[in-house]
């Protein structure tokens, strides 16, 4: 009876833990259906807010644009009718001032007729004398309406229509943005954020990508505008949340899309940075950028990371963005160890490309070369662990135990290689060497 009772506390038991995970697993979906609710009704507030705005200040504008244009308008009227009847007030003035004449020599006329026999005779030669002088027979002329100003307005009537036409189809909504973050991948002080459309129709241009730091408040700031699907964001403090957003522009258009949904990330694994310290190099304030600042010809100091930062399964990359003069010396690579001894990359456990472009392992140049390094170049390596087994000892002969499958690329051409090292290794040192002064490397 026991055992039986046993059994169904057990079964009990299981069944309340059942429940308790069920019920569990319910309250996250109703957290995410809460979160699914408020996104529709937090965003659908927002873009009433914004079309709200947005037609307010066109209305605004518009009136202002046509009271400015009607204001303009009436300007050219009342400068065409202040032009136009000037020398009509002229001509008017000069027709009174003949009338007023004819009337004071039609008074001195009638006078001379109505005065004696005595005075007559010098009335009436003043009177003529008078009349001569005033030309009676010249007449000032008066333009015809055909040629003065008859001031009209010409209205085009098909505007109400051109812009009844383009407000119909200006504006638009959509339940989701065209482009959304698909992926944010962890790199050393740094994340690799990858994007993609989500609607097929929408012929994107441009991309354009933001982010800021989580809880802090500010602004988001753009990391990158271009073509790209994906883009590395630099200088990212490790363990410190970041909200990356997306959003794309379409071909002929000068507006932006809606921005995607934010997504956070961060990165766990520290920034790379060179060892400071070394002689003949300065570094930048991050530590990821070293510059040769002191010639020696008879020297190639090697300048390794400050820790063996590069694990297998990232990709190492070097960029130049200065170049002083070559040396077959001259060398970017990953290695085993950090030493302080060797005055050169070229030696056995480590791997690196010249700026010349050849390839050495193990200290062996590669009979496969690359193109030469120079401003603007950029240089990467992958790696993978072939196996982590040891080597029959037939290969003891080639120099290691343990393998590595390392893929260089430089340009658009790449090499690819296995790599035998003494022991197992996850994670590698990178390093440079430069003869002389005037190179500038920024390791990512």
């Known amino acids: 009876m026991s055992v039986e009772v046993d059994a169904l506390l057990q079964e009990a038991k299981e069944s309340i833990e059942a429940a308790q995970n069920y019920r569990s697993e319910l309250q996250q979906r109703l957290h995410g259906l809460n979160q699914a609710r408020k996104q529709v009704r937090g965003s659908s507030g927002q873009a009433r807010e914004a079309l709200r705005k947005h037609f307010t ?66 009335k009436l030669g003043s009177f003529t004398k008078k009349a001569l002088h005033i030309q009676l027979d010249s007449l000032p002329e008066v333009p015809a309406l055909v040629d003065v100003p008859c001031v009209s307005a010409q209205l085009d009537d098909s505007l109400l229509g051109l812009l009844r036409e383009r407000v119909s189809r200006h504006g638009s909504v959509s339940s989701h943005p065209p482009v959304q973050i698909e992926e944010l991948q962890e790199r050393p002080g740094s994340i690799l954020v990858r994007w993609c459309k989500v609607d097929e129709d929408f012929a994107a241009a441009d991309y354009r990508l933001q982010y800021r730091r989580c809880g802090s408040g500010g602004q988001y700031e753009d990391a990158y505008i271009g073509r790209d699907c994906e883009f590395l964001v630099l200088h990212l403090d490790p363990h410190t949340e970041h909200l990356f957003r997306v959003c794309a522009r379409g071909e002929g258009r000068t507006e932006w899309s809606p921005w995607s949904i934010p997504q956070t990330g961060y990165t766990t694994l520290a920034p790379h940075e060179w060892h400071p310290g070394t002689e003949g190099y300065i570094l930048s304030s991050r530590r990821n950028i070293a510059m040769r600042n002191d010639s020696s010809p008879s020297r190639c100091p090697v300048l390794y990371s400050n820790a063996p930062t590069y694990f297998c399964g990232q990709t190492l990359t070097f960029k130049i963005s200065a170049a002083g003069q070559l040396d077959r010396r001259d060398s970017l690579g990953v290695c085993v160890e950090g030493e302080s001894g060797p005055e050169s990359l070229q030696r056995d456990q480590a791997v690196c490309i010249s700026t010349s472009g050849a390839v050495f392992v193990n200290g062996k140049e590669m009979t496969n070369q690359l193109p030469a390094i120079t401003v603007g170049s950029t240089v990467t390596f992958d790696m993978e662990v072939v196996n982590l087994f040891p080597i029959s000892n037939n290969n003891l002969s080639d120099g290691g135990n343990f393998k590595l499958r390392v893929t260089i690329g430089s340009g658009n051409r790449e090499v690819v290689f296995d790599w035998l090292v003494d022991q197992a290794v996850d994670c590698l040192y990178f390093a440079c060497s430069f003869v002389h002064s005037g190179w500038k490397v920024l390791v990512f």
């Open 57 to 122: 200040e066109l209305q605004v504008a518009a009136g202002r644009l046509l009271n400015e244009r009607l204001a303009a308008l009436l300007a050219e009227v009342d400068a065409i009718e202040t032009d136009s009847i000037r020398p009509l007030d002229d001509c008017q003035s000069l027709i009174e001032h003949g009338v007023g004449q004819a009337d004071e020599l039609l008074r001195e006329g009638e006078a001379a007729l109505r005065s004696g026999l005595g005075e007559k005779e010098d």
